[in-house]
């Protein structure tokens, strides 16, 4: 419409799809976003691009890395790629469960409620993943595999 509008960006891809978005312990009404939330991008450079009324525009956009963490630029990668392997995971069970009926879901929403919990623990953290949080995404994974060859 036309008039001043403004747009905020979190530096998360899309949220990934699920039946039971929750708020934090910590939040603050109407000021807090539900979770599970979209991976945190990588520091780099992205191009951020308006359409408007037949008019496209173009800035670059530099996000760098919060100053009070320290975790290297690998493991800070790796955390990013598992987030979204359990972002797209967790997509993959959404659709699967919705194709599946009412009767056959209950497996999927399972593994995408297990898959949003993850994907908390690992996004939420200014460390890098756990061994044992690399081989939960690995589970999640191949019992979804299983679970689409079984459909």
């Not at 308006?50 to 525009?57: R, V």
């Not at 194709?99 to 056959?104: L, P, Q, R, S």
């Amino acid at each position: 419409a036309a008039g001043m509008h403004r747009f905020v960006w979190d530096l998360r891809e899309p949220d990934p799809q699920t039946d039971s978005q929750d708020l934090p312990i910590s939040a603050i009404p109407h000021d807090t976003p539900r979770v599970p939330q979209g991976p945190l991008v990588l520091p780099g450079r992205y191009t951020v691009r308006l359409d408007a009324d037949g008019h496209t525009m173009e800035r670059n956009l530099a996000v760098a890395m919060d100053p009070r963490v320290s975790i290297s630029s690998s493991a800070l990668e790796q955390q990013y790629l598992l987030s979204a392997q359990l972002a797209s995971l967790m997509d993959r069970s959404f659709a699967d469960a919705a194709k599946a009926g009412e009767k056959a879901r209950t497996p999927f929403d399972a593994l995408n409620g297990a898959a949003a919990s993850l994907l908390d623990t690992i996004d939420g953290a200014d460390a890098p993943p756990t061994a044992q949080a690399v081989a939960a995404v690995a589970a999640l994974s191949a019992r979804l595999a299983e679970l689409e060859a079984k459909r």
